[in-house]
């Protein structure tokens, strides 16, 4: 048998994957990010977009695996994401044949673009630049913190100020302890309704909270940090961790209670946690250079990192959702002023369609 022949027989087969149970031994075996799990589309598919899970096979053998949603909607227009509201996900490779997958799986992406005519694709934490017909972009950057050293040598890299805010919460009698019931979610959910009507920014649905705590609580993938002050919540964080590293993924805040330093407190308190239980990084999640929230989460230390997102085009490049665009202003102060039971009605409709 010639080489041509050989190489032909034993092409990878890509399909659309419907085992959980697979799919999610193949990531976490390959330190995948939480948002790459099965579980995350569940809550993703509550919001009805169609899941479509591609495995390259070798054989009986899973090479590669590239998770994505399509996302439809009047406002937002048509798109093909991976993953929608994460951080990072889409290609997820083996040790073996990898860049075969990807090119395979790649070239599946895009053949399903054209068929569903979307505006665009967009692989988050991509790196794979441009090629395969895809346009490489760096829009927005974290900061990873290592904690293989253990908690008190990450603490060493906290800038001072901010361990004089740590302390200073600790010492205006606020409380952390760790949610572990779905009456915690739901208190969690109160608070995250006030907060996101405070950034102006449309809410996730309870549902959708609801089915990340069913399907990663258990397992450890999902952590609640709660800070309370005299028994009321004031701070929130949600961490997502599969393998080696942790995602910061939810973050609230009491403004009225902002000056206690409640979010300091939370923060370190979760890279304490992570750093005690043995992960090596913790990805303190998406943000804009030169934010405000850039700022606080720089003066935790860690590498500043872009984020390697990738972009096809079916029909000509068009122009990136951008949250912070001028025109959304008078639309995020009319939120603002809205009672917080419409935003919990209304909002959930609204984002949706917003992949970010």
């Given at each position: 048998?010639?080489?041509?022949?050989?190489?032909?027989?034993?092409?990878?087969e890509?399909?659309?994957?419907?085992?959980a149970?697979?799919?999610?031994?193949?990531?976490?075996?390959?330190?995948?990010?939480?948002?790459?799990?099965w579980?995350?589309?569940?809550?993703?598919?509550?919001?009805?977009h169609?899941r479509?899970?591609?495995?390259?096979?070798?054989?009986?053998?899973?090479a590669?695996?590239?998770p994505?949603?399509?996302?439809?909607?009047?406002?937002?227009?048509?798109?093909?994401?991976?993953?929608?509201?994460?951080?990072?996900?889409s290609?997820?490779?083996?040790?073996?044949?990898?860049?075969?997958?990807?090119?395979?799986?790649?070239?599946?992406?895009?053949?399903?673009?054209?068929?569903?005519?979307?505006?665009?694709?967009?692989?988050?934490?991509?790196?794979?630049?441009?090629r395969?017909?895809?346009?490489?972009?760096?829009?927005?950057?974290?900061?990873?913190?290592?904690?293989s050293?253990g908690?008190?040598?990450?603490w060493?890299g906290?800038?001072?100020?901010?361990?004089?805010?740590?302390?200073?919460?600790e010492d205006?009698?606020?409380?952390?302890?760790?949610?572990?019931?779905?009456?915690?979610?739901?208190e969690?959910?109160?608070l995250?309704?006030?907060?996101?009507?405070?950034?102006?920014?449309?809410?996730?649905?309870?549902?959708?909270?609801?089915i990340?705590?069913?399907?990663?609580a258990?397992?450890?993938?999902?952590?609640?940090?709660?800070?309370?002050?005299?028994?009321?919540?004031?701070?929130?964080?949600i961490?997502?961790?599969?393998?080696?590293?942790?995602?910061?993924?939810?973050?609230?805040?009491?403004?009225?209670?902002?000056?206690?330093?409640?979010?300091s407190?939370?923060?370190w308190?979760?890279?304490?946690?992570?750093?005690?239980?043995?992960?090596?990084?913790?990805?303190m999640?998406?943000?804009?250079?030169?934010?405000g929230?850039?700022l606080?989460?720089?003066?935790?230390?860690?590498?500043k990192?872009w984020?390697?997102?990738?972009?096809?085009?079916?029909?000509?490049?068009?122009e990136l959702?951008?949250?912070?665009?001028?025109?959304?202003?008078?639309i995020?102060r009319?939120?603002?002023?809205l009672?917080?039971?419409?935003?919990?009605?209304?909002?959930?409709?609204?984002?949706?369609?917003?992949?970010?």
């Amino acid at each position: 048998m010639n080489t041509r022949e050989t190489q032909e027989t034993t092409r990878l087969e890509i399909e659309r994957c419907d085992d959980a149970a697979e799919w999610d031994a193949f990531v976490e075996r390959n330190d995948g990010p939480p948002f790459a799990l099965w579980g995350w589309g569940d809550a993703v598919e509550s919001y009805g977009h169609d899941r479509w899970y591609f495995v390259a096979r070798d054989g009986g053998t899973i090479a590669g695996v590239l998770p994505l949603v399509h996302m439809e909607s009047r406002l937002f227009g048509s798109k093909l994401v991976s993953p929608p509201f994460g951080e990072r996900g889409s290609l997820v490779l083996g040790s073996s044949r990898s860049e075969e997958a990807a090119e395979l799986l790649l070239e599946r992406t895009r053949e399903l673009a054209d068929d569903l005519d979307v505006d665009f694709v967009s692989l988050r934490g991509a790196e794979i630049g441009d090629r395969h017909g895809f346009t490489g972009s760096s829009r927005f950057v974290t900061f990873r913190i290592p904690l293989s050293d253990g908690a008190e040598s990450t603490w060493e890299g906290v800038k001072e100020s901010r361990q004089r805010q740590v302390r200073q919460a600790e010492d205006a009698t606020l409380t952390y302890r760790v949610g572990e019931r779905l009456s915690d979610l739901k208190e969690y959910y109160r608070l995250y309704l006030k907060s996101m009507r405070g950034h102006g920014t449309p809410p996730h649905s309870f549902d959708f909270l609801r089915i990340l705590w069913d399907r990663f609580a258990d397992d450890g993938h999902l952590h609640l940090g709660m800070v309370e002050k005299d028994g009321a919540l004031i701070n929130g964080i949600i961490d997502l961790s599969l393998g080696s590293s942790v995602h910061q993924w939810g973050v609230i805040t009491d403004y009225e209670h902002r000056d206690l330093n409640g979010g300091s407190l939370a923060l370190w308190k979760s890279l304490e946690r992570a750093a005690e239980e043995g992960c090596e990084v913790y990805d303190m999640g998406r943000t804009r250079e030169g934010s405000g929230v850039y700022l606080f989460k720089k003066s935790f230390g860690g590498e500043k990192t872009w984020y390697d997102d990738s972009h096809y085009f079916p029909s000509g490049e068009t122009e990136l959702p951008h949250p912070e665009r001028e025109a959304y202003d008078p639309i995020k102060r009319a939120w603002k002023r809205l009672p917080i039971p419409l935003t919990r009605v209304v909002g959930p409709r609204i984002r949706k369609g917003i992949s970010l």
